[in-house]
């Protein structure tokens, strides 16, 4: 089950400043993980993780378990290749009831459930025409985000890093091309907390916009339960189209709603972590913190 930091989300919206001191503390964060990943079979002390984060091992304890949500020496046992097979392996029979029945796990995110709309092929071909798309830069445990909803649901959540805001939105916004787009981050601050620090019993929709098989690809990642991680094979093979897992790679890689559909549970089937759009220090972080 995810945990929960006291660093998740804030319920008012923040300053620039808050901004970049969270995409500084992230960027931190992203550059050491990934360290620790090539280098973990030399067993760092944390001692030498800080040194090479450039703080003391005190502030660096801290700051690792309040962004990962477990000790740097904890996070160092769990990368090991022979770990990532075994959860890969345990996780096939969890994984197999919950394709089969085509629900959603129900302690995802702290019994967060997500419905999934997607757009009529009228809509997809207009290119969002008649849309009010909203967005705006919110706080999380990964960094800031950017978040895009219509009064239909989320349609955007991605991650952005110091100064590339601009470049995240255009490229979010490739999708609706002919959509209104409205910046209100003050509108959007509710749900990027009920997304990050979840409700029992809550319910989000999204809007997907997509061909039906990105779309059956990102239905079949919602039924991949926290704490648990599948192989682009293994979720071909979820979806009937075992010969597909090239092309349920890329549609993973497409998933235009970044962790709430959650894209970084799939990794490869050697057992090692593959990549990740937004960056392998957020998927380390993410797998992290479920696996806690």
Same mark, same amino acid.
């Given at each position: 089950?995810?945990?929960?930091?006291?660093?998740?989300?804030? /319920?008012?919206?923040?300053?620039?400043? /808050?901004?970049?001191?969270?995409?500084?503390?992230?960027?931190?964060?992203?550059?050491?993980?990934?360290?620790?990943?090539?280098?973990?079979?030399?067993?760092?002390?944390?001692?030498?993780?800080? +040194?090479?984060?450039?703080?003391?091992?005190?502030?660096?304890?801290?700051?690792?378990?309040?962004?990962? *949500?477990?000790?740097?020496?904890?996070?160092? $046992?769990?990368?090991?290749?022979?770990?990532?097979?075994? =959860?890969?392996?345990?996780? $096939?029979?969890?994984?197999?009831?919950?394709?089969?029945? *085509?629900?959603?796990?129900?302690?995802?995110?702290?019994?967060?459930?997500?419905?999934?709309? %997607?757009?009529?092929? *009228?809509?997809?071909?207009?290119?969002?025409?008649?849309?009010?798309?909203?967005?705006?830069?919110?706080?999380?445990?990964?960094?800031?985000?950017?978040?895009?909803?219509?009064?239909?649901?989320?349609?955007?959540?991605?991650?952005? @890093?110091? @100064?590339?805001?601009?470049?995240?939105?255009?490229?979010?916004?490739?999708?609706?091309?002919?959509?209104? &787009?409205?910046? /209100?981050? +003050?509108?959007?601050?509710?749900?990027?907390?009920?997304?990050? =620090?979840?409700?029992?019993? @809550?319910?989000?929709?999204?809007?997907?916009?997509?061909?039906?098989? $990105?779309? $059956?690809?990102?239905?079949?990642?919602?039924?991949?339960?926290?704490?648990?991680?599948?192989?682009?094979?293994? &979720?071909? /093979?979820?979806?009937?189209?075992?010969?597909? =897992?090239?092309?349920?790679?890329?549609?993973?890689?497409?998933?235009?709603?970044?962790?709430?559909?959650?894209?970084?549970?799939?990794?490869?089937?050697?057992?090692?972590? %593959?990549?990740?759009?937004?960056?392998? %220090?957020?998927?380390?972080?993410?797998?992290?913190?479920?696996?806690?």
């Amino acid at each position: 089950m995810i945990g929960t930091s006291s660093a998740i989300v804030s /319920d008012r919206t923040p300053t620039p400043a /808050d901004v970049t001191s969270r995409c500084r503390d992230y960027q931190r964060m992203a550059d050491t993980l990934t360290w620790i990943s090539d280098h973990f079979e030399e067993q760092p002390t944390l001692s030498d993780i800080a +040194a090479r984060a450039g703080t003391s091992p005190y502030h660096f304890q801290r700051l690792f378990s309040r962004w990962v *949500g477990l000790s740097p020496k904890k996070y160092v $046992q769990y990368l090991t290749l022979d770990r990532a097979k075994a =959860s890969l392996d345990a996780s $096939q029979s969890v994984l197999a009831a919950a394709f089969a029945s *085509g629900l959603s796990s129900p302690g995802r995110l702290h019994d967060l459930f997500v419905n999934v709309e %997607g757009v009529t092929p *009228g809509e997809y071909k207009r290119g969002g025409a008649g849309l009010i798309i909203r967005h705006g830069v919110h706080d999380s445990p990964f960094g800031p985000c950017l978040l895009m909803h219509t009064e239909r649901g989320i349609c955007g959540l991605a991650f952005v @890093d110091e @100064d590339d805001e601009r470049q995240g939105l255009a490229s979010m916004a490739a999708r609706w091309p002919n959509a209104e &787009l409205v910046e /209100d981050a +003050a509108a959007g601050a509710e749900l990027a907390s009920r997304i990050f =620090s979840p409700r029992s019993g @809550d319910r989000l929709t999204v809007l997907l916009h997509g061909t039906p098989f $990105q779309i $059956q690809v990102w239905e079949a990642l919602l039924r991949i339960p926290a704490g648990a991680v599948t192989s682009y094979q293994a &979720l071909a /093979d979820s979806i009937g189209k075992p010969n597909a =897992s090239r092309a349920v790679g890329t549609a993973n890689g497409a998933n235009p709603v970044s962790y709430l559909i959650p894209c970084h549970r799939v990794i490869r089937k050697s057992g090692a972590l %593959g990549g990740y759009r937004w960056g392998l %220090g957020r998927k380390l972080a993410m797998l992290s913190r479920e696996l806690n």
